[in-house]
């Protein structure tokens, strides 16, 4: 089965629905450390909301550099990988908080569901992780 590459416009249409991404950042200690998140993805660019209290939060806070993969998951057999560079946003920022609420709507089949998932999580100190894309790879195996 030949893998073929995915065209910008099918990578876009990949990412805008809400899939997990499994991000990777670097540790002090040598291997990545791998978390599955929930994303955003909009106008060429990744948002993912973070806990301060997360060793990913930690590591992007020394060392912005995150790779990402997204997986169609099975039956799909697509995935796109992203590497870039953090920028963090402060909890209580106005665009962090719009985009948290953004994030967790996508990832909520109804307003009432995402509204009870986000009144959950409300005081968890959280920071808005914007990922400038420096390359982008999308394959399907299909």
């Keep these: 089965m030949p893998i073929l590459a995915m ?33 955003l993805y909009d106008a060429g660019r990744i948002f993912i909301s973070l806990s301060t209290r997360t060793a990913k939060y930690r590591n992007l806070r020394r060392d912005p550099q995150i790779s990402l993969c997204v997986d169609g998951c099975h039956p ?22 719009e985009v948290w ?22 005081d968890v100190p959280s920071v808005l992780a914007v990922v400038t894309i420096q390359k982008i790879i999308g394959q399907d195996y299909n």
Aim: net charge negative; charged share 20%; hydrophobic share 40%.
């Design 7 to 39: 065209t910008p416009a099918e990578m876009e249409q990949f990412l805008s629905l809400p899939r997990h991404a499994i991000a990777g950042t670097n540790t002090t200690e040598g291997p990545p450390q791998l978390s599955p998140v929930w994303y």
């Design 76 to 97: 799909d057999a697509r995935a796109v990988m992203i590497y870039g560079t953090v920028e963090l946003i402060a909890w209580g920022e106005p665009l962090e908080r």
């Design 101 to 122: 609420w953004r994030i967790i709507r996508h990832y909520h089949d109804t307003e009432a569901a995402a509204q009870r998932y986000a009144e959950s999580v409300r």
